[in-house]
């Protein structure tokens, strides 16, 4: 069974940037894609991209386009997500999710999530 | 993008009531490429239904999910203290995957 751990709660100032990871323990991501989604306090699940193994080929919800970059080292199973320019509506709780199986993109199994506060 | 409207956005049942929610949405999302989660406090979304009606591992009978084209329905028979939570649904049709802005289920 699949387990996403994700690094631990981060707080960050107004314009600078936050990388988390996402490990694969218990095995590989098994060419499955990683996705990267949001939830803001109190409110609802917004998907920010995702990243393909094998390939490493990342696509990006066109809101987040020129603020994230999604990578991947398979060498230790484990996915990263970097957000810059950060400003206070990036408050959130950022979680990764594995593809259900190739070209499935819902998501069975999910990391425990990391909070990313932004403030001054 | 596809926009999905859940409703209602909250719902005031008790344990052993059968509940609907209802996703909607703004085009229609072909072979039924409509996932369900349950989210509880703090935790992370539970995957509920995959491709409209079929279930999730280990997700018991009392769920049910049906609906194609624009509107897709989560039926929860018999509720549980378990299952007040909220509910989400994604579209996986048409990147970006989209959500919707979730039902609340809660104990009445």
């Known amino acids: 069974q699949v387990q996403l751990v994700q690094s631990g709660s981060e707080v960050r100032k107004p314009g600078s940037a936050v990388k988390i990871s996402c490990k694969a323990s218990?095995?590989?991501?098994?060419?499955?894609?990683i996705n990267w989604v949001r939830q803001a306090p109190g409110q609802g699940l917004e998907w920010m991209g995702d990243?393909?193994?094998?390939?490493?080929?990342?696509n990006y919800a066109q809101k987040f386009q020129g603020r994230v970059t999604i990578t991947l080292d398979e060498s230790t199973s484990t996915a990263y997500m970097e957000l810059t320019s950060l400003r206070s509506e990036d408050t959130a709780v950022y979680f990764c999710?594995?593809?259900?199986?190739?070209?499935?993109?819902?998501?069975?199994?999910w990391g425990q999530g990391t909070l990313v506060t932004v403030s001054s | 993008e596809i926009v999905l409207t859940q409703s209602p956005g909250t719902l005031s049942l008790s344990p052993g009531e059968r509940v609907t929610l209802s996703c909607r949405a703004s085009?229609?999302?072909?072979?039924?490429?409509l996932a369900w989660y349950q989210q509880k406090p703090g935790q992370a979304p539970r995957l509920l239904m995959f491709?409209?009606?079929n279930r999730a591992t280990g997700i018991p009978d009392r769920f049910s999910g049906s609906g194609s084209g624009t509107d897709f329905t989560l039926a929860i028979s018999r509720l549980e203290p378990g299952d007040f939570a909220l509910y989400y649904c994604?579209?996986?049709?048409?990147?970006?995957?989209?959500f919707g802005q979730g039902t609340k289920l809660e104990i009445k």
């Open positions: 999710a594995r593809d259900y199986s190739v070209k499935a993109p819902f998501f069975e199994f």
């Open positions: 218990g095995g590989s991501f098994n060419g499955y894609s």
């Open positions: 990243i393909v193994p094998v390939f490493a080929i990342p």
């Open positions: 085009q229609s999302i072909t072979s039924g490429y």
């Open positions: 491709g409209a009606s």
């Open positions: 994604q579209q996986y049709d048409t990147a970006p995957w989209t």
